[in-house]
């Protein structure tokens, strides 16, 4: 079957003019609509809501509510309409990077330029913040502003998010990453581990995006979908780059973090340009799965060609 698109179905000439373009105001749309949803720190218990806060206010790249607005954007949907899932998604992730820091995961003393947050508070106090964050997550997801989703697509929405980010996606990729530990891991064992541990938030991402469109249909979510699952991956490889290459002051985190805890990377385990040549093949082959979208997509093209060009 054919994928409705715009009669414009072309690509415009620069799709990172259209990420530039458009990134500073999804941006700042989500920082507003978390500043509204977390609960003020002078609500009680205040300590907690303050360190809810500080996790997740005023930091970060907001990439996966930017891919939830600019997938909303490939379906002809309004972002304004969006913020519900863009807010789930930096949620869960803000609660996973709090809970990653912590001495018995990653033990880090840096995150998006400033304490982790068991540093700035104490460790009991960054456990809670990173459940409370999931479970705003979810309460969000469920009843703030969602595109065309109606109650059916809802109760997708959720059912997708839990299964991202459980056992069987981001939570397991973190067991798999903790257990690997010390030990040489080969590249499908890398890549299972990087499409759980950072990929299928990414995924989610856009699949929240997609499912706020009542008209979507199958083929779409697919190519959405293997679009997502290229750039998750592409994602990562430039992660490990970047803790390589980058410093603590440009990444906002400690480099040769990876090193030092004995990580099995991409360019530990290929090098540096074998590395770099894999992540620009998967962004080449993100691209081709947006082959049938038109200019509307051109935010999408642009997070893919960015992902591999970041500084941090
Ligand atoms: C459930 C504890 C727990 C962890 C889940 C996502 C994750 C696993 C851990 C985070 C650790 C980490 C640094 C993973 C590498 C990729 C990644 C998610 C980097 C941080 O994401 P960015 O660059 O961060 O989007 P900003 O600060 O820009 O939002």
Known sequence: MAIPVSNRSRPSRNPTERLNQ???????????????????????????????????LGGGKRLRPVLVYATGEALGLN????????????????????????????????????????????????ILVGDALQALAFRCLADAPAGQADS?????????????????????GQAMDLAAEGKALNLPELEDL????????????????????????????????????????????????LDVEGTTEELGKTSGADTRLQKATYPALLGLPEAREHARHLVQEALTSLTEFGPEADCLRGIAEYIISRRN
């Open 152 to 172: 059916d697509a809802r109760l997708k929405m959720l059912a997708t998010l839990g299964i991202a980010v459980g056992s069987r996606g981001m939570v397991g």
């Open 194 to 241: 990087h499409i759980h541990k950072t990929g299928a938030l990414i995924r989610a991402s856009v699949m929240l995006g997609a499912l706020c469109h009542a008209g979507h249909h199958q083929e779409q979510l697919e190519r959405l979908d293997h679009y997502a699952k290229c750039i998750g991956l592409a994602f990562q490889i430039h992660d490990d780059i």
């Open 79 to 126: 972002p304004k309409h969006l913020d519900g899932p863009a807010c789930a998604v930096e949620l869960i992730h803000a609660y996973s990077l709090v809970h990653d820091d912590l001495p018995a995961m990653d033990d880090d003393d840096l995150r998006r330029g400033k304490a982790t947050c068991h540093k700035a508070y104490d460790e009991a106090t960054a």
């Open 22 to 56: 458009a990134l500073p105001g999804y941006q700042q749309q989500v920082e507003a609509a978390l500043d509204r949803l977390l609960p003020s720190a002078e609500v009680q218990p205040a300590r907690l809501h303050e360190a809810m806060r500080y996790a997740v």
